[in-house]
């Protein structure tokens, strides 16, 4: 398993951070660390294997992919919360690619353990017999990351100058995604631009 940063899969939507809701994962009520979001990704990925069998889900595999700052051996540096609380975990499943995606909460180990739990309802499902590994994955498949064509930069799709700072390009991006999101009405392509432009301004500032 390694660290990456924030690769959000094309055609997914993104939730505004205005839409984004706390979460408690942890039984006690208070905030999980990346630590315990990251034990519970592995015991997910582990439990799909019965012992003494193949790896289902190789760990070598898995790329967690956040704007957590990450160290040059791949671990995470610190706690610091990324403005970006998206999390999107890249694996293979029986040969297969996948991507589980989440940005539902506002705080990134949120999104981790909501993935992970994720992860064991969808082996639920084929422990119980409900479905085959291939319909409950159906829609996660791997796609390629979203592009932006060269003739394009990060300021122009985010309609601000080229020397606009980290805080006039956030503005920016939060007044395109009230109206832009799908959940509006807004193009899933443009969108997928537009959140593109903003990971990429974060990128250079």
Known sequence: MKFEKLNWPIGQPRTPKFSQKQARFNKDGKSITIAEAKRRLIREIELWTKSGQKWRIPHDSVIVTANWSVTEKGTVRSEKEPDDSGVAVYFELDGESYCLPCDQWNRAADNLAAIAAH???MRDQERWGVGTTKQSFQGYAALPPIAISPDE?????????PNATLDEAKEA????AKTNHPDVGGNRKDW??????????????
């Open 173 to 176: 991006y939060r007044k395109l």
């Open 192 to 205: 997928d631009k537009i959140q593109k432009a903003w990971e990429m301004a974060q990128q250079q500032h």
């Open 153 to 161: 930069e990060w300021w122009q799709i985010l309609k601000v100058s």
């Open 119 to 121: 992860l064991g309802a």
